[in-house]
């Protein structure tokens, strides 16, 4: 496979892009990352999501270590070229490192914001006591 399409993306002056996370079935977003040429060209490789970590400053592999990886059923570019969908399969049911089934769990209810999905395991057994 040429290089060339990875070209046609629009990556910030980071050389990043972002990348919504959807549960295939459901259409629901389970969460927003960041990806990066080569956490783009693993996730390609190895039918896994790799994303890249903004906080650590390196890659990935969602699921590294709670388990809960994504499968990635298709990637798409949006009209212009500057975020990517990724429609994946949540195995182990949890997106969120707060241990929910996805990132947005807060809505804006009467002026601010409001809990609404519940926590499905503990972070602490998914990652050893940090969260």
């Given at each position: 496979?040429?290089?060339?399409?990875?070209?046609?993306?629009?990556?910030?002056?980071?050389?990043?892009?972002?990348?919504?996370?959807?549960?295939?079935?459901?259409?629901?977003?389970?969460?927003?990352?960041?990806m990066n040429r080569e956490s783009l060209q693993?996730?390609?490789?190895?039918?896994?999501?790799?994303?890249?970590?903004?906080?650590?400053?390196?890659?990935?592999?969602?699921?590294?270590?709670?388990?809960?990886?994504?499968?990635?059923?298709?990637?798409?570019?949006?009209?212009?070229?500057?975020?990517?969908?990724?429609?994946?399969?949540?195995?182990?049911?949890?997106?969120?490192?707060?241990?929910?089934?996805?990132?947005?769990?807060?809505?804006?209810?009467?002026?601010?914001?409001?809990?609404v999905e519940p926590v499905l395991k503990d972070?602490?057994?998914?990652?050893?006591?940090?969260?």
């Open positions: 496979m040429s290089p060339d399409w990875l070209d046609t993306i629009h990556w910030n002056p980071d050389g990043l892009i972002p990348a919504i996370a959807q549960e295939t079935g459901t259409g629901k977003v389970l969460m927003l990352a960041w693993r996730t390609l490789a190895t039918g896994e999501a790799v994303y890249w970590s903004r906080s650590r400053q390196r890659l990935w592999h969602k699921g590294e270590s709670s388990g809960n990886t994504q499968r990635v059923v298709e990637i798409r570019l949006d009209c212009d070229g500057d975020t990517l969908l990724l429609e994946v399969e949540q195995r182990g049911g949890i997106a969120c490192h707060t241990g929910r089934h996805n990132c947005f769990y807060q809505r804006f209810e009467e002026g601010g914001w409001r809990v972070p602490g057994e998914m990652y050893g006591g940090k969260s």
